[in-house]
């Protein structure tokens, strides 16, 4: 099975100065990223290990990272017109 990797800096490829900024600036932005993280980093190893898990268990995980990403994309979109 092929697995698609979901990393923010393969996601948004613009916005790695503003990400690493907010990172560093920006709490609630920064755990946003970490959760996001947290999340790809679960979800590629289910899929890569092929561990069994509830088809609805692993598409919320997936529901909650897209959530994620386009908070933080909204965000990293303010930021840089803002700046």
Excluded: C, G, W
């Excluded at 907010?22 to 289910?46: A, C, G, I, K, P």
Aim: charged residues 35%.
């Amino acid at each position: 099975m092929q697995i698609e990797h979901h990393e923010l800096h393969r996601e948004f490829p613009e916005f790695l100065d503003v990400m690493q900024a907010l990172r560093t600036s920006d709490s609630t932005f920064s755990q946003m990223f970490d959760e996001y993280h947290n999340l790809t980093n679960q979800v590629e190893r289910l899929e890569e290990e092929d561990i069994p898990v509830d088809d609805f268990t692993i598409e919320d995980m997936k529901k909650m990272r897209v959530k994620l990403k386009d908070k933080m994309y909204r965000i990293l979109v303010a930021h840089r017109t803002s700046n």
